[in-house]
């Protein structure tokens, strides 16, 4: 779709939804929402309730820029929605958003690509606390979600169980990690491209919900301060992993940086943040993109994952 035909289309900008990241939707959808009005385009907001088909058919969409977090829009759920709607969208396709958000199920294909991440284990709904078997410093958090909720930094065996609790509470299995201690960093990836290396300097130490969405609570610098071929080398397996896992347009891929130089990918994230203190934007800053024209190269990769040989008529 040519920037000339996108732009006599009505866009959605889908945001809000039923997640407990609803108030960073509703922030990322608003930014991106006025920066594709400033571009030009035919764009409204759509804030996302259980009767979101109703609202698409009733304003006429035809384009769907996604900027929903968490479960029910960042995990193939919209997405599946869109494909039978025939609403061109942007982001990864239906299973690449699920096998993203489920932490577990990406760590896995990562083992099997042979890329790097830390240790792990399963635990179920229904868990005993002996079934942890590796000892802290560990990292417990839900196997679907994102912002850092439900997630605890586990020092002891004695915080084992208060954390299993905590994450239990967004998702039916947990995932136990081996903590990575070092410096946490992150690469943008546009539409299969990546973007400079973004260093994360909390100032509580661990970065947390307060520390990503609280102006001032942590230090971004980019580029990231590392010698140049460990930050060529993340950007090489931020580029992998979203292959690995099959994702498309804007995607964020997070990691540790350990005390010997290792790299370890931590998560990758198929709807990156689009507020004023969100980590793509400023990559893409670096990177010569401001962020009208990232919003519009975002909304220019849409499309359907739809097979070919289903019409919009069925």
Not at 217 to 234: G, N, S
Not at 292 to 305: D, F, Q, V
Request: charged content about 25%; aromatic content about 6%.
């Amino acid at each position: 779709m040519t920037r000339e035909e996108l732009k006599r289309k009505r866009i959605g900008v889908l945001m809000g939804g039923l997640s407990p990241e609803r108030e960073i939707s509703l922030k990322t959808g608003r930014a991106i929402l006025s920066s594709l009005l400033e571009k030009g385009y035919q764009a409204l907001g759509i804030e996302v309730d259980r009767s979101i088909a109703t609202h698409l058919l009733k304003e006429k969409i035809e384009v769907a820029f996604i900027a929903l977090h968490g479960p029910w829009g960042e995990d193939g759920s919209i997405q599946g929605l869109l494909e039978i709607m025939a609403i061109p969208y942007t982001g990864s396709g239906v299973l690449a958003s699920a096998l993203a958000m489920n932490k577990i199920m990406a760590k896995k294909i990562f083992y099997y690509h042979q890329l790097p991440t830390p240790q792990f284990q399963v635990i179920s709904y229904g868990y005993e606390l002996f079934e942890v078997a590796m000892d802290p410093p560990l990292v417990v958090k839900p196997a679907c979600g994102g912002s850092t909720i439900g997630t605890s930094i586990v020092k002891s065996r004695n915080e084992l169980e208060e954390a299993l609790k905590k994450a239990a509470e967004y998702d039916q299995e947990t995932l136990v990690e081996r903590y990575v201690d070092g410096k946490d960093i992150t690469v943008g990836i546009l539409n299969g491209k990546h973007l400079p290396v973004v260093e994360i300097v909390p100032k509580s130490g661990f970065y947390d919900y307060d520390s990503k969405y609280t102006p001032g609570k942590t230090e971004y610098i980019v580029p990231a301060r590392l010698p140049q071929e460990i930050a060529e080398k993340a950007q090489k397996l931020g580029v992998a992993a979203c292959r690995a896992l099959q994702c498309s347009g804007a995607v964020r891929v997070d990691f540790r940086l350990d005390r010997k130089g290792n790299l370890m990918i931590l998560e990758v994230n198929t709807i990156p943040g689009l507020t004023e203190t969100s980590l793509l934007p400023m990559a893409a800053v670096e990177a010569g993109i401001d962020f009208p024209t990232l919003t519009e190269r975002m909304i220019l990769s849409a499309r359907l994952n739809i097979n070919a040989t289903i019409t919009k008529n069925g």
